[in-house]
């Protein structure tokens, strides 16, 4: 397993980590709903020069808010096309699925702004529905405990910890070929569609 | 296209295509990224999300090829395309920028370094006025060569067209700025009241209202900054009627003219680059790898720190 350069734009923190044999030998992240596009060179920078040399990039694809997320794939695809080496794409939620403590069924949600969440529900570690966009009570009428930014900020959440994506367990979900995401996952359903809960 | 030195640029609406653009370009040129020795990439004026991820791509490549990153102004990029047709130095030149965004006569100094405001158009841009007209024609979209291939067999005299802020007391107050919008409804009218008009003519006389407003701006600009030498930019730029028009006066007023070839008068990647190559050779330093994209830019910023 090679050096990983790991990075998630798919909240409204930018997170970015140098990831050795499942060691962290670099983190940093800065908070921001609009600041993804200068947030991720500068942190990227600050890693490389801490590990310069990199053997594959691992990025969270989201679900997230669209050109935040664009920016930190976009930014992935390119470091990897100049370094000529793998970019490897992975669930965010999934990656914040890893650290939650919780025996049953849970959900992970994160802020989709609108007053929408993205979220998805796990299983034994296992993500058995979603990722998925809706508003905040839809959600929290399936009756599971709920982590996550977005179960926090609209104070649905179990607990305040495991806000956002975890880079170690992006990279360790990554090294499974099952738990792989090739692009973006957008998923917002078009504003002026009616959807399933209108139909409940 | 190949300009020394090498560098890669970046005009790109969206991430899932910056990747494309890039090989696309580096097959044509058939040369490797270890040939780049800087990537130049829009860092304003325009969408801001198209911007942004533009950046990213951009800065993700520079990183990873730890080579210098330049953003540069869309506007000034546009006036630095004609250097890769032309060998001598522009500078200093009077520029008149006319697309579908933006209608500006600038002058221009030092292209990596100086770049100043004489006018723009108070309302629509040359480029839309041409789609608008297009439009109320029945001509189709882009507006441009539809009224373009129209006009061929038109009178541009046919119809005596207002040409906008031309008026003693506008050559007083506002000399260099633009306005269509007067033109736009004078031919909206014109359609309107007569059912049956000669298309070709009308075509041809609105084409030749805004050539005839863009030259005199520009001819004057010229004389009144003492500088010799226009340079036409931007997709109306590839306007047959502009390109003839504009070669009489400038020969008539003894002002060098330079317009690109029309392929490379719209939005693309090789003038990005052409800036960026000047701002190197230039010795102007790299931006910060964290720029940050402006949706507003100022014509006068050449490029971000
Ligand atoms: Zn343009």
């Known amino acids: 397993m090679s050096i990983s350069l790991a990075i998630d734009t798919s909240t409204s923190r930018t997170s970015v980590a140098i990831i050795d044999q499942g060691a962290l030998l670099w983190h940093g992240y800065r908070d921001g709903a609009t600041s993804h596009g200068s947030a991720v060179p500068a942190l990227v920078a600050a890693g490389l020069k801490v590990q310069p040399l990199i053997g594959q990039v691992v990025i969270g694809m989201g679900p997230g808010p669209f050109t935040g997320l664009r920016v930190g794939i976009a930014f992935a695809r390119t470091f990897a096309m100049a370094r000529t080496i793998p970019v490897i794409g992975v669930c965010s939620l999934d990656a914040i699925a890893a650290l939650v403590q919780e025996k049953n069924d849970f959900i992970v949600a994160t802020d989709a702004r609108r007053k929408e969440i993205y979220w998805a529900k796990y299983q034994g570690g296992l993500r058995i529905e979603g990722p998925s966009v809706d508003r905040p009570a839809v959600v929290v009428a399936k009756g599971f405990p709920l982590f996550g930014e977005g179960a926090v900020k609209y104070s649905i959440a179990q607990s305040d910890e495991e806000q956002f994506p975890d880079l170690i367990a992006l990279v360790t979900l990554g090294e499974n070929l099952e738990m792989r995401v090739d692009g973006p996952l957008y998923i917002r359903h078009p504003d002026a569609v009616p959807t399933r809960e209108r139909a409940r | ?305």
């Open chain 2, 1 to 305: 296209m190949r300009i020394e030195p090498l560098v890669l640029g970046i005009e790109t609406s969206c991430d899932e295509t910056a990747i494309g653009i890039v090989e696309t370009a580096l097959k044509r040129s058939k040369l490797s990224l270890k040939d780049i020795v800087a990537v130049a990439v829009t860092a304003g004026p325009g969408l801001v999300g198209a911007l942004l991820v533009g950046v990213a791509s951009a800065s993700g490549l520079a990183l990873g090829l730890g080579k210098p990153l330049y953003g540069v102004n869309h506007l000034a990029a546009h006036v630095s395309v004609d250097l890769l047709t032309h060998e001598m130095p522009v500078e200093p030149t009077i520029a008149l920028l006319v697309s579908g965004g933006h209608s500006s006569l600038l002058q221009i100094d030092d292209i990596t370094s100086s770049v100043i405001k004489l006018g723009e158009s108070m309302d629509d841009a040359a480029g839309e006025a041409f789609d608008k007209i297009a439009r109320v024609m029945g001509l189709g979209f882009p507006g441009g060569p539809a009224i373009d291939r129209e006009a061929q067999a038109g009178n541009p005299r046919a119809i005596d067209f207002p040409r906008g802020l031309t008026q003693a007391k506008d050559w007083a107050t506002r000399p260099f700025d633009f306005s269509f919008s007067g033109l736009k409804t004078a031919v909206a009218r014109y359609l309107e009241a007569t059912p049956d008009y000669v298309r070709p003519d009308v075509a041809a006389s609105f084409q030749e209202a805004i050539v005839d407003v863009l030259l005199l701006k520009a001819v004057a600009a010229a004389r009144s900054t003492g500088i010799d030498s226009l340079l036409i930019a931007g997709g109306v730029a590839a306007n047959s009627r502009l390109r003839l028009a504009a070669q009489k006066r400038c020969d008539e007023a003894r002002i060098r003219l330079r317009i690109p070839p029309p392929a490379l008068c719209t939005d693309n990647g090789a003038m990005v680059a052409a800036l960026g190559s000047l701002m190197l050779s230039a010795g102007r330093a790299g931006s910060r790898l964290d720029l940050e994209a402006d949706s507003s830019l100022p014509v006068t910023t050449v490029s971000l720190p």
